[in-house]
């Protein structure tokens, strides 16, 4: 069966990093754009940052830009999201998902492969 696994959520204090790791199995990404997504509770789980098959493409929501870098390693079958500055309202369990298209998708809908999540809490 296919399988996403994430890591490296935890709890750190506003201004610090963590990065997280995606790990495929069951099933090749190679080909096809995946994506981080986040949910918080209460909160709908809206997509945080997406990339496309080959990595060369990718997408950052707004209150993410230039502090969030997503990446891949096709070769490894993992997906990243390195996140820096991080603020409190970064906190949420963050989801790794994978797709059946090449180009990027923004919308849960569009992917069909979901890992069990990951908390992230940024402390104040």
């Known amino acids: 069966q296919v399988r996403l696994v994430e890591s490296g959520g935890g709890l750190v204090q506003a201004g610090g990093s963590l990065r997280l790791s995606c790990a495929a199995s069951?099933?090749?990404?190679?080909?096809?754009?995946m994506g981080w997504f986040r949910q918080a509770p209460g909160k709908e789980r809206d997509v945080v940052a997406a990339?496309?098959?080959?990595?060369?493409?990718?997408y950052y929501a707004d209150s993410v830009k230039g502090r969030f870098a997503i990446s891949r390693d096709r070769a490894k079958n993992t997906l990243y999201l390195q996140m820096n500055s991080l603020k409190p309202e970064d906190t949420a369990v963050y989801y790794c998902?994978?797709?059946?298209?090449?180009?990027?998708?923004?919308?849960?809908?569009?992917?069909?492969?979901w890992g069990q999540g990951t908390q992230v809490t940024v402390s104040s």
């Open positions: 998902a994978g797709t059946t298209t090449s180009a990027i998708r923004t919308r849960q809908y569009d992917y069909d492969y």
């Open positions: 069951g099933r090749t990404f190679s080909e096809y754009a």
């Open positions: 990339i496309n098959w080959s990595g060369l493409n990718t």
